[in-house]
């Protein structure tokens, strides 16, 4: 479906009924990232699925930061009349959930921070990014996609399922080009969200790929420790995307986490 908030188009899918979880993709993905989590989520809860601004269906932006994929997101509820709702960032979109924190506390009801980390980047990862950035203006998606799919997928389901590996090459290698810089801006000029930890006054569950090479499983030991009350699940044989890797294991923890908040 398409969302039009403030003459900019939005992609979004919105299955079931009852209390919201808002999904959030990483980098470079699209929405569809999320369709286990909505098949096996929606006879639970309503759950909401968006582009990021520049992915998938949705306009791209003039100037792209994390804030502003924040505030998309909160404009997106506004549409949508979803007071709160549990945010399930994966990478990206972690980062994007932990400024809602900083900027629209009040509409997360609890936070799902999947994959992801608190820091900014180091200067080594921004010159990265900026490469990066010069591959996908000079030779497109697909050399992005090539570059990223190995770090993406954990080594047992490249090994088990090429089928996930196709997959996944295929949704970053469509990813608009434009979408894919302008989220490189987004990241590398991101701020430190470790302080917005402290922040944290929601339910909130971390869970991490056993064999992410991205983010590894001691970025969300990190998260864990500062984020009050947190829990923390390890998933074993998967790497970035446990929601699509081990989609069964991850469907049943956040079926589990969001029955949980419900009755916080
Ligand atoms: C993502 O999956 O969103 C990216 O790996 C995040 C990053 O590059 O920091």
């Known amino acids: 479906m398409i969302a039009w ?3 900019r188009a939005v992609g979004y899918d919105d299955v079931g009924e009852g209390d919201v979880v808002l999904f959030l993709h990483g980098f470079p993905h699209r929405r569809s990232l999320w369709t286990s989590q909505l098949s096996a989520l929606r006879d639970r809860a309503r759950c909401v699925a968006m582009d990021l601004a520049g992915f998938g269906e949705s306009a791209g932006e003039e100037v792209y930061s994390i804030d502003r994929y924040a505030d998309d997101a909160a404009e997106f ?3 949508l009349r979803i007071d709160r709702a549990v945010v399930c960032g994966l990478s990206m ?3 994007v959930a932990l400024s809602m924190i900083r900027r629209h506390a009040r509409r997360v009801r609890g936070l799902v921070l999947m994959d992801t980390r608190a820091a900014g980047d180091s200067p080594a990862t921004i010159e990265k990014r900026r490469e990066m ?3 996908a203006r000079d030779r497109g998606a697909e050399s992005v ?4 799919i190995v770090g993406m997928i954990g080594k047992s389901t490249r090994a088990k399922c ?6 996944m090459h295929g949704m970053l290698s469509s990813a608009p080009v434009a979408g894919i810089t302008g989220a490189l801006e987004a990241m590398l000029s991101r701020p430190d969200a470790t302080p917005t930890l402290q922040e944290i006054v929601v339910p909130t569950l971390v869970v991490v790929g056993e ?3 991205l983010t590894p499983v001691h970025e969300a030991e990190f998260l864990h420790q500062n984020i009050r009350g947190s829990r923390l699940e390890i998933v074993s044989g998967a790497g970035h995307v446990p929601n699509v ?3 069964a294991a991850v469907n049943h923890l956040l079926s589990e986490f969001v029955a949980s908040v419900v009755l916080s």
């Open 5 to 7: 908030i403030g003459g």
């Open 77 to 79: 509820l506004d549409y």
């Open 93 to 95: 979109g972690g980062y």
């Open 133 to 135: 950035m010069r591959l």
């Open 145 to 148: 996609a090539d570059v990223m």
């Open 162 to 167: 090429p089928e996930v590996v196709d997959m």
């Open 211 to 213: 064999e992410d090479v």
């Open 245 to 247: 890797e081990r989609s």
